[in-house]
């Protein structure tokens, strides 16, 4: 079932499944069947030429669910790996010994599942266990995998630590090989460049975002230094929560990448998912996420791309009805824009070139974040909430929303507010055409 906002964006019953083209934190990501994805707290493994990306299914009562892929953008559902369990939050898998182990977080203890094959067949493997050595409980998972492919978990134990547990070849959470305890962090996820061990964490702040941190040492079991911010502190890590960093080596360079739950209020299934590549200074060992609207890797060489190929409207050339009005506008790209957008206010860009078809359009414009929301209405079809087609809309200058439009320059597009304290300013639209 497609949310209903989506149904109706992309034109009712006329839904095609079709490829997607880009990665866009924040939006929703459709899998191959047409389903939105439902994998958080999650990770993906890399076996061959496939990903496995498994994660916490919020439609099915946090059940671990898997999704595959050839290259990142298309996720075909694959299984539910172990459908007895329920309530495992934050599933990671490894590989510590010949069978594929899932481990996740029930009732605060580790849950561990295994199965010789990678996406099913899995059993329960003994009861769930607090970590060693001192028997703490714990909240989120995470999972890292060193060059000699020993395999590391990771948690927000209790008492304020986050800890690192070795795997051991049996399966079983081994000795505790190093642990930070500078202050309230959870979502701990790491990777490793030049040597140099990168942990990121998120604060406490429940289903809300903050800024998440970064902590480095030099070796698996070294002091850690840190933390400093990964994202401007304001954006709160483009409203998302750290789960696990994705390293793909490349024939012409190695690509990190960040991936993080943007959650809705309760963890449900409108969350949806905030993946960017990173920047790493190994001089300086300073890590930041590269925030880009749209993006994606090609898996064979690990070059990012984004979209270069744009048709661009003003808005101050749209027409333009109620208290809204043109004045100049610094951050804009002409330094003009339509003020005031309140929700007496529209404005309709008339003659719209499209495909035909889906179709990303990138929203330009500010509006204050917690104040009402912006819609959207295409071509008469019934107004859409921005939010509910991407989550990082109202505090980011582009917002890319996937629309149904029709082929030429037939398509109308009309842009507003609503809420009493509601007000935006709005740049320009533009039609992403690669
Ligand atoms: C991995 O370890 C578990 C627990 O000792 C064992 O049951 C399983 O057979 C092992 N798998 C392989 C393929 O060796
Ligand atoms: C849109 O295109 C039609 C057909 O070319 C034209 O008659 C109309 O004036 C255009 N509308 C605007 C607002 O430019
Ligand atoms: C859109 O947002 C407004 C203002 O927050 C809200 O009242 C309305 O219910 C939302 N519409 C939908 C379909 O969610």
Request: proline share 4%; charged share 15%.
């Amino acid at each position: 079932m497609l949310p209903i906002n989506l149904f109706l964006a992309l034109g009712g019953a006329s839904v095609v499944t079709a490829a997607n083209s880009w990665i866009v934190p924040g939006s929703p990501w459709m899998s191959t069947s047409n389903t939105k994805i439902d994998a958080h707290g999650g990770m993906v493994y890399k076996r061959g030429d496939t990903f496995y990306w498994i994660g916490q299914a919020a439609s099915h009562s946090v059940q671990p669910y898997m999704y595959t892929s050839k290259n990142l953008l298309d996720w075909t559902p694959a299984s539910n790996p172990q459908n007895s369990i329920q309530w495992m939050w934050r599933p990671k898998i490894a590989k510590p010994n010949g069978s594929f182990w899932i481990y996740g977080q029930v009732d605060r203890n580790v849950q561990a599942l295994k199965s010789d094959t990678i996406t099913g067949g899995y059993s329960i493997a003994g009861s769930k266990v607090t970590l060693p050595p001192s028997g703490y409980t714990y909240s989120d998972t995470g999972m890292f995998m060193d060059d000699d492919e020993t395999w590391y978990l990771l948690t927000s134990a209790d008492h304020n630590t986050v800890q690192i547990n070795r795997i051991n070849s049996d399966g079983a959470i081994g000795s505790r090989v190093n642990y930070l305890a500078k202050g309230a962090y959870e979502a701990p996820g790491m990777f490793k460049v030049n040597g140099i061990y990168y942990l990121i964490v998120s604060g406490k702040t429940g289903w809300r975002s903050n800024p998440n941190s970064m902590f480095w040492a030099s070796s698996i079991s070294g002091s850690w230094n840190g933390p400093y911010g990964i994202a401007p502190e304001a954006q709160k890590t483009y409203n998302s929560q750290n789960t696990f960093e994705l390293t793909i080596k490349g024939s012409q360079k190695t690509t990190y990448i960040y991936m993080g739950d943007s959650w809705d209020s309760k963890g449900g299934p409108d969350s949806n998912f905030v993946w960017l590549p990173m920047n790493v200074d190994t001089g300086n060992k300073k890590v930041t996420l590269e925030y880009h609207a749209q993006w994606k890797i090609d898996v064979n060489t690990g070059v990012v791309s984004y979209p270069s190929v744009k048709r661009r409207y003003e808005a101050e050339d749209a027409q333009i009805v109620g208290r809204a009005a043109v004045a100049d506008c610094a951050h804009c790209l002409s330094k003009r824009g339509v003020h005031e957008i309140t929700s007496d206010s529209a404005v309709t860009f008339h003659n719209v070139t499209g495909l035909g078809g889906r179709q990303w359009v990138q929203f330009h414009y500010r509006q204050s974040r917690e104040a009402g929301e912006a819609h959207v209405f295409v071509n008469d079809e019934p107004a859409v909430n921005i939010s509910s087609l991407n989550h990082r809309a109202g505090y980011h200058d582009i917002v890319p929303i996937e629309l149904n439009l029709r082929e030429g320059a037939v398509n109308k597009i009309t842009f507003g507010t609503t809420g009493r304290n509601a007000r935006a300013v709005l740049d320009g639209i533009e039609l992403v055409e690669d």
